[in-house]
């Protein structure tokens, strides 16, 4: 079999949005996954819509995904003269030619055929004409009138339109430019694609490239396309339904592989697994297992997986992340052990980066802040007796040793007579702020007896001037 060569071909007229990420993912994938090749390239022929913008914007989705591509990126911009090569080859072979029916005249057949009640559709006037080049000639390719146009879709099965159904197209406009469809269709020929998977708003543009493929005497590519991506209400996705644009989800704290893992799973499946590694993907992604329905975008599905990934990554790999969420609370911290210890702790608790660094904010400041509620109901006078017990217990014990710690809040139970929530409760709004955290002994021992001790202290003097 040849090499699989794949392609995502974006139009930059805004940012990389999740349907365009799933089908460069689903690209991807393919070719990773059958050791093939993908390209990128950039349809930027709409000249009002397409921005540079949009183009540094899909490549920073990419990149975030960390989606790689082994040749590209082109632009069809610069591409004319190809596109101009190919025409003039489709005109030489008599597949096509010169039409200098005028606008005016073409909307008016256009509205008799409508008032007919018949499908507005070019009458190949100058079809048999052989015209030569004359100003303001458009060229049109010479379809089929009978017969049907068919292709095998990997998704849909085989896809069947009439001849009669298609019109004699137009490839180059007056001014010589390329239509869409002969600059994608000349595109992936010169690119070697062999695999086309995309979204299936693009079936009706189907036969006529497949018509393209015959007229330049090209094996047609595999096509698999695949059903949009939908919001809860089944409309198809878009802002109202929140962030559509993957580059958000990275500023709200979506790991890549998690948004990757989601993606995937949006319209694919592998029995009934939901965690993948990217590396598990690249192995075990199939076109055959592309499902028929259209996937529902769930947000809430989305941040459960981020947790998963959360959990499932590497410390060293999370750090930097962790570290760019900190700054932007204004903390500086720095990779390292204890850094690490800190995730460790957070880990299992957090649905975002963004929830990782807003719950390690205790770890790294100066000053505790307690919030109202849980001051109101742990930091008061019957408080001060265990804490300052603990205070004094701390002083002989080695708090990097997490049983020690512990044994430090027995002997507290035991000389106070206090049940453990009556200890660990204030001692944990001293230390932390909140009433919800990590487990209390393994944060003493992470923040360390100056701490921690400096800390319970500030807790008392707060009591007391509460109750001045
Ligand atoms: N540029 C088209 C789009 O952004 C894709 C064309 C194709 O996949 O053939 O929808």
């Known amino acids: ?28 994938l393919y070719a990773r996954r059958m050791g093939g090749a993908f390209v990128l390239r950039l349809e930027d022929t709409d000249k009002v819509r397409s921005t540079q913008e949009s183009v540094d914007a899909i490549f920073q989705g990419l990149e975030w995904l960390g989606i790689d591509w082994d040749e590209g990126p082109f632009y069809q911009s610069k591409r004319t003269e190809i596109y101009q090569e190919y025409i003039q080859k489709l005109l030489d072979s008599g597949n096509a030619y010169y039409c200098t029916c005028s606008p005016e005249t073409l909307d008016e057949k256009r509205k008799a055929a409508m008032a007919r009640g018949d499908k507005p559709k070019y009458d190949g006037t100058c079809r048999e004409k052989g015209l030569t080049n004359a100003d303001n000639a458009v060229v049109r390719l010479k379809a089929p009138l009978t017969g049907k146009t068919v292709f095998e879709d990997k998704v849909k099965g085989t896809i069947a339109f009439d001849n009669q159904e298609l019109d004699d197209l137009i ?4 001014d010589g430019s390329p239509t869409y469809h002969l600059a994608v269709v000349v595109d992936d020929i010169t690119m070697g694609i062999n695999t086309i998977i995309r979204g299936d708003d693009h079936v009706s543009n189907t036969p006529r490239q497949v018509l ?25 996705l878009s802002k109202r339904h929140g962030a559509t644009s993957v ?5 709200m704290g979506i790991l890549p592989q998690a948004m990757i893992n989601y993606l995937a799973r949006l319209g694919w499946s592998h029995g009934d697994q939901e965690f993948f590694t990217v590396d598990e993907l690249k192995d075990v992604f199939s076109l055959e297992n592309i499902g028929k329905s259209a996937g ?22 999370l750090a930097p992340i962790f570290i760019e969420q900190l700054a932007k609370l204004g903390i500086q911290a720095e990779d390292g052990e204890y850094l690490y210890q800190v995730m460790e702790t957070l880990k299992p608790r957090a649905k975002t980066m963004v929830e990782l660094a807003e719950k390690a904010l205790f770890y790294y400041q100066d000053t505790i802040e307690y919030d109202p509620k849980a001051a109101q109901k742990c930091l008061i006078p019957e408080a001060i007796r265990p804490l300052e017990a603990l205070i004094e217990k701390l002083d002989s014990v080695d708090v990097s040793d997490e049983k020690q710690v512990e044994n430090a809040f027995v002997q507290v139970m035991e000389s106070t007579g206090l049940k453990l929530g009556k200890i660990a ?37 707060y009591i007391r001037t509460q109750n001045a």
Not at 308 to 316: L, V
Not at 432 to 455: H, W
């Open 425 to 461: 409760q204030p001692v944990r709004v001293a230390l932390t702020g909140q009433t919800a955290s990590p487990g209390i002994f393994e944060i003493v021992q992470i923040l360390g007896k100056a701490k921690v001790t400096a800390r319970l202290r500030a807790a008392m003097d």
């Open 1 to 28: 079999m040849d090499k699989i060569i794949t392609r995502f071909p974006p139009s930059p007229t805004g940012a990389l949005h999740i349907g365009g990420a799933r089908t460069a993912l689903f690209n991807w």
């Open 212 to 236: 393209l493929y015959n007229a330049l005497d090209y094996p047609v590519p595999i096509f698999a396309h695949v059903p949009m991506v939908l919001g809860a209400d089944k409309k198809r």
């Open 247 to 251: 580059i958000e989800y990275k500023h």
């Open 171 to 174: 490839i180059a406009r007056s």
């Open 296 to 317: 529902v975008f769930d947000p809430a599905r989305l941040l459960d997986l981020n947790a998963d990934h959360i959990r499932a990554a590497a410390d060293k790999d």
